[in-house]
């Protein structure tokens, strides 16, 4: 496979999972099997986001 094969496969999934995330950030609190999943994903979100937002400050 070329590069350009490689970046289009990539970009497909990383589209695919972040929109997935997204959709489960926003809506897995609703089912109550998918809650305590649901907090351990968000609350990497909220630290993700945070070391980010704290290291762009530096």
């Given at each position: 496979?070329?590069?350009?094969?490689?970046?289009?496969?990539?970009?497909?999934?990383?589209?695919?999972?972040?929109?997935?995330?997204?959709?489960?950030?926003?809506?897995?609190?609703?089912?109550?099997k998918?809650?305590?999943?649901?907090?351990?994903v968000i609350?990497?979100?909220?630290?993700?986001?945070?070391?980010?937002?704290?290291?762009?400050?530096?």
């Amino acid at each position: 496979m070329n590069t350009n094969t490689w970046y289009l496969l990539l970009d497909s999934f990383f589209l695919l999972f972040h929109s997935t995330l997204v959709l489960f950030n926003l809506t897995g609190w609703m089912w109550k099997k998918a809650r305590l999943p649901h907090l351990i994903v968000i609350s990497l979100t909220i630290v993700s986001i945070n070391g980010y937002s704290q290291q762009k400050a530096v």
